[in-house]
């Protein structure tokens, strides 16, 4: 038979004619921008990096000064970005998990509070509900000299949230190991019940047992140290304060705005897993006694994840690539890290393709993990 008559011979013909094009498209866009940098004599290449920034960055989660390079600031950029993501994330799920909860209450004030949060953030483009709360911060509370103290320690200005913290002390590291172990202790005290109850039917207080475990690990190792208490405690220097951590304005709006817009689709996703869920199985569950938590717990949010969990991927992906709007309010988050830096060397390209780098990088991580959890949650035919 003729190649052109066999649909496969055929089809594998035209992919390798489409990928020569893609390719000799691609060769012809980097020979003509090679020769146009070259033209106007700008320099390429990532050599930059390793060249003094010379400029302050607000926020960072590490240290920086204006005479490190422009790689570490961009690191610190990055960092800013993971930061107010894995937070925003976290805050959103629990955030929009209630709110879809409270969206299908029998009580009609509850369910229309959540139905009115859900079409008043949905509806609110995300860069005005940032401008919204930042403008907040900045006119609805005072400066530092008269700043707000509700509480001893804790303190509320237009520069931001000040509140003190314990003192440096040694034996921190400690109980932050101590937390990680009571988290693995947790973990396996969660596997170790769900085997008795799938053996015996019994259901142990493995999450209590795991909270207190969580919570003794570190104390013992406080105590043990000689419960040191000392506290760094923000005091009013001049025009600021010093000492203790502040929370600034910036970050505080970009994370409320983030948070409060995806939690409204994420309760929506949450609304349609639970009633993907069908009636019986809760008529069925609490014809057996279950109690109505137990009935959430261990009947209709494990059944309605495998619905919630591939929207709620997505939602995760675009808070994280939201957070680029931090430019507009002036949080150093890596977008503008890489603007600044773009201006100050001229190497657009460069800084472009970093940009597009880090963001795929975000994605693809958030998305590997959710697809990871998703083919764990999937029913397994036998």
Same mark, same amino acid.
């Given at each position: 038979?003729?190649?052109?008559?066999?649909?496969?011979?055929?089809?594998?013909?035209?992919?390798?004619?489409?990928?020569?094009?893609?390719?000799?498209? @691609?060769?012809?866009?980097?020979?003509?921008?090679?020769?146009?940098?070259?033209?106007?004599?700008?320099?390429?290449?990532?050599?930059? +990096?390793? &060249?003094?920034?010379?400029?302050?960055?607000?926020?960072?989660?590490?240290?920086?000064?204006?005479?490190?390079?422009?790689?570490?600031?961009?690191?610190?950029?990055?960092?800013?970005?993971?930061?107010?993501?894995?937070?925003?994330?976290?805050?959103?799920?629990?955030?929009?998990?209630?709110?879809?909860?409270?969206?299908? &209450?029998?009580?009609?004030?509850?369910?229309? +509070?959540? @139905?009115?949060?859900?079409?008043?953030?949905?509806?609110?483009?995300?860069? /005005?509900?940032?401008?919204?709360?930042?403008?907040?911060?900045?006119?609805?509370?005072?400066?530092?000299?008269?700043?707000?103290?509700?509480?001893?320690?804790?303190?509320?200005?237009?520069?931001?949230?000040?509140?003190?913290?314990?003192?440096?002390?040694?034996?921190?590291?400690?109980?932050?190991?101590?937390?990680?172990?009571?988290?693995?202790?947790?973990?396996? /005290?969660?596997?170790?019940?769900?085997?008795?109850?799938?053996?015996?039917?019994?259901?142990?207080?493995?999450?209590?047992?795991?909270?207190?475990?969580? /919570?003794?690990?570190?104390?013992?190792?406080?105590?043990?140290?000689?419960?040191?208490?000392?506290?760094?405690?923000?005091?009013?220097?001049?025009?600021?304060?010093?000492?203790?951590?502040?929370?600034?304005?910036?970050?505080?709006?970009? +994370?409320?705005?983030?948070?409060?817009?995806?939690?409204?689709?994420?309760?929506?996703?949450?609304?349609?897993?639970?009633?993907?869920?069908?009636? @019986?199985?809760?008529?069925?569950?609490?014809?057996? @006694?279950?109690?109505?938590?137990?009935?959430?717990?261990?009947?209709?949010?494990?059944?309605?994840?495998?619905?919630?969990?591939?929207?709620?991927?997505?939602?995760?992906?675009?808070?994280?690539?939201?957070? &680029?709007?931090?430019?507009?309010?002036?949080?150093?988050?890596?977008?503008?890290?890489?603007?600044?830096?773009?201006?100050?060397?001229?190497?657009?390209?460069?800084?472009?393709?970093?940009?597009?780098?880090?963001?795929?990088?975000?994605? /693809? &991580?958030?998305?590997?993990?959710?697809?990871?959890?998703?083919?764990?949650?999937?029913?397994?035919?036998?």
């Amino acid at each position: 038979m003729p190649f052109w008559r066999d649909p496969d011979k055929r089809g594998m013909v035209f992919q390798i004619v489409v990928l020569l094009l893609a390719l000799s498209i @691609g060769y012809i866009l980097f020979s003509n921008t090679q020769a146009n940098l070259e033209r106007q004599s700008i320099a390429t290449g990532f050599g930059f +990096l390793h &060249s003094e920034a010379g400029f302050e960055i607000g926020e960072s989660t590490i240290e920086y000064s204006a005479a490190d390079s422009y790689g570490r600031a961009l690191l610190v950029g990055a960092l800013n970005t993971l930061k107010v993501s894995f937070i925003g994330i976290i805050f959103t799920l629990i955030l929009g998990t209630f709110v879809g909860i409270a969206r299908l &209450s029998r009580n009609w004030l509850v369910s229309r +509070l959540a @139905g009115g949060f859900i079409e008043v953030m949905q509806n609110i483009p995300v860069l /005005l509900q940032l401008f919204f709360w930042y403008a907040l911060f900045y006119e609805a509370f005072p400066s530092p000299r008269q700043a707000l103290n509700p509480l001893p320690g804790l303190f509320l200005c237009n520069r931001g949230l000040i509140f003190s913290v314990p003192a440096d002390h040694p034996v921190h590291s400690v109980m932050l190991i101590a937390l990680g172990v009571g988290v693995i202790a947790w973990w396996m /005290l969660v596997r170790y019940g769900r085997k008795v109850q799938e053996s015996t039917g019994k259901i142990l207080p493995v999450h209590r047992m795991g909270i207190g475990i969580l /919570l003794l690990l570190p104390l013992v190792a406080w105590v043990i140290a000689g419960a040191p208490t000392a506290m760094d405690i923000p005091v009013l220097k001049g025009f600021n304060f010093s000492g203790g951590v502040t929370v600034s304005p910036e970050f505080s709006a970009l +994370l409320i705005g983030l948070v409060l817009y995806t939690s409204a689709f994420v309760a929506e996703i949450v609304r349609a897993g639970i009633q993907s869920v069908s009636s @019986g199985q809760v008529e069925a569950a609490m014809a057996i @006694g279950l109690r109505p938590g137990q009935v959430l717990h261990l009947v209709i949010l494990p059944q309605a994840l495998r619905v919630i969990i591939p929207p709620l991927t997505s939602q995760m992906l675009n808070l994280t690539k939201n957070s &680029s709007l931090a430019i507009a309010i002036g949080y150093s988050d890596f977008v503008s890290v890489a603007n600044t830096t773009i201006n100050q060397t001229g190497q657009a390209i460069e800084g472009v393709a970093l940009i597009m780098v880090v963001y795929l990088f975000f994605s /693809l &991580s958030t998305s590997l993990f959710m697809n990871w959890y998703n083919k764990k949650m999937a029913l397994v035919e036998r």
